[in-house]
C-alpha cells in the first residue's frame, strides 16, 4: 500500500513519498518515478537482476548483507544511502539509473565502493575424540603416459592401501616438433588413521585452531575490528562460536531490467 488508489485528487498525491514506499515494499525495484499529467499518473520502474563477473549490462549496487554504513566512494552511478545509514541484506546502495535537470535518464553499471561496519558469526563444534591422518613412511611411485588426452597407465598394478597422492606433469618433446604427450610421474604415500582422544584444553587449543582456517577463508575481505567467544563443553563436543565486529565492502552487483507502465 502506497497510498494512491482509484479516484484520488492527483493534488492529494506525494509522489517522492510514494516513489519511496513503492521501493521498500518491493525488493525486486531498485529504481521508481512518479509523473502526474493532468489526471494520468505513470509510473516508471528498474526491475533487478544478478550479474555475472564478465556483464557489461546496467547494473545497481545492493548490500550484500546487513550493516551501517561507513564510507560511500561511488564513481559511476549514484548512491541513494548515506554515512551512518543502517541497511539491510539486498538494500539498494546505488543506482545504475541516473536522472538529470533535463528530465534525461542515463542507464550505466555502477563502479566504485561501499563500506560499512558489519556483525559477523562463525562457529566450529570439534569431538574430544578425532581421527588424525598419518604418514607411515612407505610410498611407491607409478607413470602415466596422456598421448591426444587419453591417458595409459604404465604400471597396471593397482594401489592397494590407504594413500594419499602428488601428481608431477611433464611435457614430452621439444619446442620445434610438438606433439600433445605428457608424461605424469605419481607418488602414492601410504597413510594411516589413529584415534586420539583430548582433554578439554587440547580441544579448545584444536578448535581455536579450526575456527583460525574457516576466519581466513570466510572473512579474508573484512577488517575484523574485535570479537566476542562464547564457548560450550558438553560431555563429547566442544563449541565455540565467535562474533566478529567489522569494516568490510558489502557492495554487489545486480543487472537492471527496465519495465514501463503507461
Known amino acids: 500500500d502506497i497510498g494512491i488508489y482509484e479516484g484520488m485528487l492527483s493534488s492529494n498525491i506525494d509522489t517522492n513519498d510514494a516513489r519511496l514506499k513503492l521501493l521498500i515494499g518491493n525488493e525486486k525495484l531498485s529504481w521508481a518515478s512518479f509523473i502526474i499529467e493532468g489526471s494520468h499518473l505513470t509510473v516508471n520502474v528498474s526491475e533487478t537482476e544478478s550479474v555475472t563477473e564478465d556483464d557489461k549490462s546496467p547494473a545497481n549496487f545492493i548490500a550484500a548483507r546487513d550493516g551501517i554504513i561507513e564510507k560511500i ?12 545509514q543502517a541497511v539491510v541484506a539486498g538494500e539498494l546502495l546505488a543506482s545504475g539509473t541516473v536522472e538529470y535537470k533535463d528530465q534525461s535518464t542515463h542507464f550505466t553499471r555502477c563502479s566504485g565502493t561501499v563500506t560499512a561496519r558489519t556483525k559477523r558469526e562463525l562457529s566450529v563444534t570439534v569431538p574430544y575424540e578425532i581421527v588424525k591422518k598419518e604418514y607411515t613412511g612407505k610410498s611407491s611411485e607409478k607413470k602415466v603416459v596422456s598421448f591426444f588426452g587419453l591417458k595409459f597407465p604404465l604400471d597396471l598394478v593397482p594401489v592397494t592401501y590407504e594413500h594419499e597422492k602428488e601428481v608431477e606433469k611433464n611435457f614430452f618433446g621439444n619446442e620445434e616438433s610438438y606433439l600433445p604427450i605428457y ?34 577463508k570466510e572473512l579474508k575481505n573484512a577488517q575484523i575490528i574485535d570479537y566476542e567467544d562464547k564457548i560450550t563443553f558438553t560431555d563429547s563436543v566442544i563449541t565455540i562460536k565467535r562474533c566478529y565486529n567489522c569494516i568490510e565492502n558489502i557492495e554487489i552487483l545486480e543487472n537492471i531490467k527496465i519495465n514501463i507502465v503507461n
Not at 566512494?73 to 551512518?84: D, F, L, N, W
Not at 604415500?189 to 584444536?206: F, G, L, Q, V, W
Open 73 to 84: 566512494e561511488i564513481s559511476s552511478g549514484q548512491a541513494v544511502v548515506k554515512k551512518g
Open 183 to 216: 608424461v605424469y610421474n605419481v607418488e602414492f604415500r601410504e597413510t594411516s588413521k589413529r584415534n586420539i582422544k583430548m582433554n578439554k584444553k587440547d580441544a579448545r587449543k584444536y578448535a581455536l585452531n579450526k575456527l583460525k582456517e574457516k576466519e581466513a
